[in-house]
């Protein structure tokens, strides 16, 4: 009795060879939908910014804010500081967010290294603060932060403005370094210790050079928030005027043309630090590699 093989399928298998190229006709039936939704994203985003940096060179007769072109001029950059109270409230916004910026990532790191790596008792109750703060109406935060600072005494102005901006600060700082923290090993740690040093040597060697480029992230996303926040800081400022403030008060009388130029100067500097992170990324990954 012989054996009977089975029958071959007529249809031969796609080869792997074809198998992206199925896969890319398939994305390309899916149609343009996402390319447009993501363009018109991009465009809502940079029309404000593209007004912002073409009226700061709008030749304004009456040194107010205007919708009508009136000609180029560079008088306004020449002449930034020339608005009674508008320097001082720039050069106190760029301070505080320093320094919040600052205190936010020494303080954000300990704590996000102890979320991230321990369990101890109240680690939950922790991330649910951390949570919240992030979670919390800015109106609320702003209206509690009145609230403690009275209830204690503490006359609001310069000190209250930093210390909210800081306790906002960290939450955002330990959500962006326990995401760094969770993507490195502890290997180079561990391999420290076996080579003799101490765990405060790890840590300043191995430990904090690893963490390096998320605590520039988290610093650098602390001083966004801090520097143009503007509910929170109202509750709290006192006779402190930082910028948002004065923008929003020099809006009721019209706006002068200088403050277009400090955000065009802001968002300049903001561009060229992205700019510059993006090649020192690339360097080092060519380094690496």
């Known amino acids: 009795m012989t054996a009977v093989a089975p029958p071959r ?32 994203v991009i465009a ?8 912002m940096i ?53 303080i954000g790191l300990p704590l996000a290294l102890a979320l991230e790596r321990y369990r101890f008792p109240g680690r939950g109750a922790v991330n649910a603060v951390v949570f919240a ?21 503490l006359g609001t102005g310069f000190l209250t403005v930093l210390i909210t901006h800081v306790a906002f600060d960290v939450a955002y700082v330990v959500v962006v370094l326990r995401a760094r923290i969770a993507g490195s090993s502890r290997a180079l740690e ?11 040597q790890a840590f300043r060697l191995v430990t904090l050079p690893l963490l390096a480029p998320g605590m520039l992230a988290a610093g650098l996303l602390a001083l966004a928030m801090s520097i ?27 706006m002068p043309p200088q403050v277009l130029c400090f955000g065009t100067l802001v968002f300049a500097v903001g561009l060229l630090v992205a700019l510059l992170n993006g090649a020192l990324n690339r360097r080092l990954a060519r380094t690496r590699g």
């Open 9 to 40: 399928s007529s249809a031969a298998p796609a080869s792997p060879a074809t198998a992206p190229a199925v896969r890319r006709r398939g994305v390309n039936r899916r149609g343009p939908w996402l390319a447009i939704v993501y363009w018109v």
């Open 44 to 51: 809502i985003t940079l029309v404000p910014i593209v007004y």
């Open 54 to 106: 073409v009226y700061s060179f709008n030749d304004a007769p009456t040194n107010r804010l205007s919708f009508a072109w009136n000609g180029f001029t560079t008088y306004w950059y020449a002449n930034l500081v020339n608005v009674s109270g508008l320097g001082s409230a720039f050069a106190t916004s760029v301070v505080v967010a320093l320094l919040a910026a600052v205190v936010s990532v020494a």
């Open 133 to 153: 703060d992030i979670a919390a109406p800015s109106i609320v935060v702003g209206s509690a932060s009145l609230s403690f600072f009275l209830s204690i005494g």
């Open 190 to 200: 561990e391999a420290a210790g076996d080579l003799g040093a101490t765990p405060f």
């Open 228 to 254: 143009d926040d503007y509910v929170i800081t109202s509750f709290v400022a006192g006779p402190s005027v930082t910028f948002p403030l004065f923008v929003y008060g020099a809006a009721k009388a019209g």
